[in-house]
């Protein structure tokens, strides 16, 4: 019996200790420090609304928010501290579970990067440059979807989250088709693709294509022009555009603050500069410019012209791009990927905003792995934006912009 | 304004002193300054209506090791009306990393230098909140630093295993 507990505590690889809360995450306002009016609410890191694992410290006067400070790093999995001991495409699989909702978007993103320290950018054949451009915005679509999907849930209207889930659910049966995983693709390869798409695939995605034309004028009927909606999201979280630009917010967030800037059209990687799409910006239709409302409305807005391309990349993958027996998408796969040594910042349009990816590479024998290599997430500045437009507003409303803003807790802690 | 123009603009506005060495051979060619110059010149360049650097992209930290004993900060400057990009770079000594914070600057560079704080242990001078930002605030060392080696236990957790 005695043996039987000690090999019990002997198992257990943790034991619990109040005090240590405090001391790995402690209090930023320090208790004795409150106003007698004021109120410390801790939110997180467990929580639906705070999507992921984000722990805010909120200083409220009853119901209006005083001060905001939000705990990061309960997700950090030390991506640049491997990209370090590893090679540049193994670092791929690791670059998928930054942004985990929309992973092929930064697999094109580092892809591209790397390809251009190479010096192969310019050579990749038109067909790989399509297909990664035909999943990287399929993946943007499931990625909005999950956004208004689960702000919707913050805000308390539960239908439109099972509808998106269910249309983001084919968008992933296709992208697993694709790949053969769900989320965590591992597809885009520096020089080209793990695969070509599967055949069938153009006459599925066209059906996909004519299923979501409808369900997107739905959720823009249903939800986003819903009274209720509305009168929930308009005129909260206000993001004047000097303060978004400061903080360094991107994609969706800024273009809902009125400025047309995306990167796809800006600096016109890829194959973008050939498709036809508009960029949706907001304009305070519904309240304020840069609110709620006007962020929401833009990634709404998105998705159409993702569909857009989606349909321009079908056309020329059936037409002059035709499926041929020659094509190989692993033709120009370096065996060796050893780029000269320089610093180097590549960035491109995620789902969420600018994502880049700063390198440093060696000589040497040190060649093969990257010196350094830094994510500059745009979940990151997204959320950093936080504390600046929630002040002063209600502790309800808080839930209801942190859910606006559309971060993913693995890239900012990454 | 390209890389020429801005460093001529630079020189003529600071003098030949403020360029320590620019590094052109590469497809995205670096200005390097002197650390103590730093604020001024962000301030100058954010300031100017033909250069107008209004984002700030990126904030990188980088050790080059005890061999060399140095750390070096890069910053990727972009203008979105002028659409034109500038890297700077500042070198500091590895025994006692510190530079002025540019978070009155631009905002981006809080939590940039927040967490370049907590992987590399660089002093941001007169930053409203230098706390670490990912790791959690008992954790020992700076574990991006060339010759770390991690703590042995962590609240009773082994760390290596």
Not at chain 1, 79 to 93: M, V, W
Not at chain 2, 19 to 37: D, F, I, K, Y
Request: charged share 25%; net charge negative.
């Amino acid at each position: 019996m005695e043996s039987k507990e000690k090999m019990s505590t002997e198992r257990i690889q943790y034991r619990y200790e109040p005090g240590n809360l405090y001391k790995s995450e402690p209090l930023v306002r320090e208790l004795s420090s409150l106003e007698p009016d004021e109120l410390l609410v801790n939110i997180g890191p467990q929580h639906p609304s705070t999507h992921g694992v984000l722990r805010l410290e909120v200083v409220t006067d009853g119901e209006i928010i005083k001060e905001v400070i939000p705990h990061m790093g309960y997700l950090h999995r030390c991506f640049e501290k491997h990209a370090e001991k590893l090679p540049f495409n193994q670092i791929i699989p690791f670059v998928d579970r930054l942004d985990y909702v929309a992973a092929m978007n930064s697999e094109h993103a580092y892809a591209m990067g790397v390809e251009k320290m190479l010096g192969i950018d310019q050579q990749i054949p038109k067909r790989v440059e399509y297909i990664r451009v035909l999943v990287a915005e399929l993946n943007r679509i499931a990625s909005h979807f999950v956004a208004i999907g689960t702000y919707g849930l913050d805000i308390g209207t539960f239908t439109p989250f099972l509808w998106l889930m269910r249309d983001r659910e084919h968008i992933n049966r296709m992208l697993e088709w694709v790949s053969g995983a769900r989320m965590l693709y591992n597809y885009i390869w520096i020089g080209g693709l793990y695969y070509d798409i599967p055949v069938g695939f153009e006459e599925q995605c066209q059906e996909l294509v004519k299923y979501l034309k409808p369900k997107l004028e739905e959720l823009q009927t249903i939800v986003v022009d819903n009274k209720i909606f509305v009168e929930r999201t308009a005129s909260i979280g206000v993001l004047p555009l000097d303060l978004a630009i400061s903080y360094g917010v991107t994609g969706p967030c800024l273009r809902g603050s009125g400025l047309r800037f995306d990167l796809r059209r800006v600096d016109a990687y890829s194959v973008y500069p050939e498709l036809e799409f508009d960029i949706p910006i907001g304009s305070g239709a519904m309240g304020k410019k840069g609110d709620c409302w006007d962020r929401n409305f833009v990634r709404v807005q998105e998705c159409r012209e993702s569909i857009k391309i989606i349909e321009q990349c079908l056309q020329r993958l059936t037409g002059d791009l035709k499926r041929d027996r020659s094509f190989d998408p692993q033709a120009l796969v370096p065996k060796k990927i050893r780029p000269k040594q320089q610093d180097f910042y590549c960035r491109a349009e995620n789902s969420k905003g600018e994502l880049g990816f700063f390198f440093r590479t060696g000589t040497g024998a040190g060649a093969d792995v990257p010196v350094r290599v830094k994510v500059r997430a745009c979940s990151f500045h997204n959320l950093s934006v936080l504390p600046a437009i929630s002040k002063g507003v209600m502790l309800a409303d808080l839930i209801a912009i942190l859910g606006s803003l559309d971060f993913v807790m693995g890239e900012v802690d990454r | 304004m390209n890389f020429g123009e801005l460093t001529s603009l630079l020189t003529e506005t600071f003098g030949e002193g403020l360029m320590l060495a620019s590094h052109t051979q590469h497809l995205q060619p670096q200005l390097q300054v002197a650390p103590e110059r730093l604020l001024e010149v962000t301030e100058f360049l954010k300031r100017h209506p033909s250069c107008y650097f209004d984002t700030l992209s990126c904030l990188t930290a980088i050790d080059n090791g005890p061999e060399k004993g140095t750390m070096e900060v890069i910053y990727h400057l972009y203008s979105i009306p002028f659409h034109h990009s500038l890297v700077l770079k500042i070198e500091i000594p590895r025994t006692e990393p510190r530079v002025e914070s540019l978070s009155a600057v631009w905002r981006t560079a809080e939590w940039h230098e927040r967490e370049a704080y907590d992987f590399f242990g660089i002093t941001f001078l007169h930053h409203p909140d230098l706390r670490r930002i990912l790791l959690p605030a008992d954790w020992e060392g700076f574990p991006l630093r060339k010759d770390y080696t991690e703590q042995e236990y962590y609240h009773g957790i082994k760390v290596r295993y």
